[in-house]
């Protein structure tokens, strides 16, 4: 079945040790998105590739970087983790710009310590 | 700033009843709506949209009502089912922006 699948989903790190989470799809879907999700919270976008073409959030920490080598993988990068960067990292897809039915991975929760 | 929010953070209802959730957005440039379920760590679920040019539309089980005038959303769901237990959030397309979410707990 097509999907968005999201590695680890469970992630360790210590307090300023760079960490890197992977989501890849086989929907061949051209936009990824990366959100943020806090206990009891919305989903926060951080940022978000139409194709190769990378968009961040006005408000997304410098700490906060992703790449995204082919259509069916991106990452993102925390390069310094702070206790405040605990979380649920959530990635999405949707088919096309304009298109914005996003097929959510079941997230990796990220824990600092 | 502007952003989209939701009116109650808890709904508890009993099996079989009707249920309403309801969500405020303030940006007038958003012109498209979708409302997602988020069970108990599972990425959201995509339910339903609706685009600004509308003011209803039905799925199985669910309708979302879209008052512009009022800049009001709603999501009906009939019949509620306890697999209906979950978080839904409503978005938009402006910057893809989550309201805060409702959590439905439904009462056998």
């Known amino acids: 079945d097509a999907m968005v699948i999201q590695n680890p989903r469970y992630q360790v790190t210590q307090f300023g040790k760079p960490v890197t989470l992977s989501c890849s799809q086989t929907?061949?879907?051209?936009?990824m998105y990366w959100y943020q999700q806090k206990s009891s919270q919305a989903p926060k976008l951080l940022f978000h590739y139409y194709d190769k073409d990378f968009n961040n959030e006005a408000d997304t920490p410098d700490n906060f970087q992703s790449r995204r080598p082919n259509t069916s993988f991106c990452f993102l990068d925390i390069r310094s983790p702070g206790l405040g960067d605990a979380a649920m990292y959530l990635c999405?897809?949707?088919?096309?710009?304009?298109?914005?039915?996003?097929?959510f991975g079941p997230g990796t929760r990220l824990t600092v310590t | 700033g502007e952003n989209v929010g939701l009116h109650l953070p808890t709904l508890s209802v009993q099996e079989g009843d009707n249920s309403i959730i309801n969500c405020a957005y303030s940006?007038?440039?958003?012109?498209?709506f979708i409302w997602y379920k988020q069970e108990s760590g599972k990425g959201p679920q995509f339910i339903i949209d609706?685009?600004?040019?509308?003011d209803k539309r039905q799925g199985q089980r669910v309708t979302v009502l879209l008052n512009k005038t009022v800049k009001h959303l709603s999501l009906q769901i009939a019949a509620t089912q306890p697999g209906d237990s979950a978080v839904y959030f409503c978005?938009?397309?402006?910057?893809?922006?989550f309201g805060a979410g409702t959590r439905l707990t439904v009462k056998p």
């Open positions: 609706i685009r600004s040019n509308m």
């Open positions: 940006n007038s440039a958003s012109d498209y």
């Open positions: 999405a897809t949707s088919s096309s710009r304009g298109n914005y039915e996003q097929y």
């Open positions: 978005a938009e397309n402006n910057d893809m922006r």
């Open positions: 929907l061949n879907h051209n936009v």
